[in-house]
């Protein structure tokens, strides 16, 4: 059974750093592209990278380009979302998936295109 954890949210305050960790039990995590979304309150589910578990290859959103960054430990099954910079408005639920259109990330982080979601874990920005 495919299962994915994500663990690493926190209360931060601007400016400040967190990673949080993606980790699949039950499949290896390479055989699949994975993607992380946030959902803030009151707003609907947005993606925010992607990276591919064939080559390597990543996606970033706009809204975190520069600030956020994707990458992966095939040896211990997980996919990390570095997030530098942080303000209020990268305060969500942050969720990682799979990929149901195959192992890559050739455009944006379209939601539709992901399953498998992890329970999601809270990253708050506040001063």
């Known amino acids: 059974q495919v299962q994915l954890v994500e663990s690493g949210g926190d209360l931060v305050q601007p400016g400040g750093s967190l990673r949080l960790s993606c980790a699949g039990s039950g499949f290896y995590l390479d055989y699949y592209a994975i993607g992380w979304f946030r959902q803030a309150p009151g707003k609907e589910r947005e993606g925010v990278a992607c990276?591919?578990?064939?080559?390597?290859?990543?996606a970033i959103e706009n809204a975190v380009k520069g600030r956020f960054t994707i990458s992966r430990d095939n040896t211990k099954n997980t996919v990390y979302l570095q997030m530098d910079s942080l303000s209020p408005e990268d305060t969500g639920v942050y969720y990682c998936?799979?990929?149901?259109?195959?192992?890559?990330?050739?455009?944006?982080?379209?939601?539709?295109?992901?399953?498998?979601w992890g329970q999601g874990t809270q990253v708050t920005v506040s001063s």
């Open positions: 998936a799979t990929r149901g259109r195959g192992n890559s990330c050739p455009h944006g982080v379209w939601i539709y295109e992901y399953e498998n």
């Open positions: 990276i591919s578990g064939r080559d390597g290859s990543i």
